[in-house]
């Protein structure tokens, strides 16, 4: 079956730092990519940035480029979504998903259950 | 980047009802355009890929259809499982954006 499974819930301060993970399981890690969304609340879906744990190959939506770093450890079938200098305005539910493929077509097929990043200024 | 506009932002329908969303893309995207349905608390759900592909497990009330800048999803009888947000999400260019969504509510 697979599964991603996100870390916890986070309560941090403004200016701290953090690294979010997501677990894959299931299914061959290093094949499909993983896609990051972000949440606001009582907010739409904003694609962040998408990983291709094979080779680590990243792509950044332009609205979080330099804003946040996604990254993957094939080791441990995880990868992960990081902040330098959080700030209040980072505050969301964040989704990792993968990426399934049907001809030239991509979709996330499956979602972690999201990690809620609670920031205060 | 593509923008995606979804069509209403929201909808009030009964049990039974026959619905349709549509979506627009600022460009051609030919079929790559997905539909996912959230509900409150949880994380999307895909239900359809490719414009007309029925996602493994998805109920065949659902359907897709469309091609270059318009889409639509189409629930045939809706369910009260049903009352949900729907969001388009193009797969076209690399930045596979989202629609605004589109809340599904019970009359």
């Known amino acids: 079956e697979v599964q991603l499974v996100q870390s916890g819930a986070e309560v941090k301060k403004s200016g701290e730092s953090l690294k979010i993970s997501c677990k894959g399981s299931g299914y061959s890690f290093t094949n499909y990519w993983i896609g990051w969304v972000r949440q606001m609340p009582g907010k739409g879906l904003e694609w962040m940035g998408i990983i291709y744990p094979g080779d680590s190959n990243t792509r950044y939506s332009p609205s979080f480029q330099g804003q946040v770093t996604i990254s993957a450890d094939k080791s441990i079938s995880t990868a992960y979504l990081q902040w330098s200098s959080l700030k209040a305005s980072d505050t969301a539910m964040f989704y990792c998903?993968?990426?399934?493929?049907?001809?030239?077509?991509?979709?996330?097929?499956?979602w972690g259950q999201g990690t809620l990043v609670t920031v205060s200024s | 980047d593509i923008q995606m506009t979804q069509s209403p932002s929201s909808l009030s329908a009964s049990v039974g009802d026959r619905v349709t969303i549509t979506c627009r893309a600022s460009q051609s995207i030919s079929v790559y355009l997905n539909w996912y349905q959230q509900t409150p608390g949880k994380a999307p759900k895909l239900l359809i890929y490719a414009a007309s592909s029925l996602q493994s497990g998805v109920p065949s009330r659902f359907s897709g259809s469309g091609s270059g800048t318009d889409f639509t999803l189409t629930i045939s009888s809706l369910q009260p499982e049903d009352f949900a947000t729907y969001y388009c999400?193009?797969?076209?260019?690399?930045?596979?954006?989202f629609g605004q969504g589109t809340n599904l509510e019970i009359k």
């Open positions: 998903a993968r990426s399934d493929q049907y001809y030239d077509s991509s979709f996330f097929d499956y």
């Open positions: 999400q193009q797969s076209y260019s690399t930045l596979y954006t």
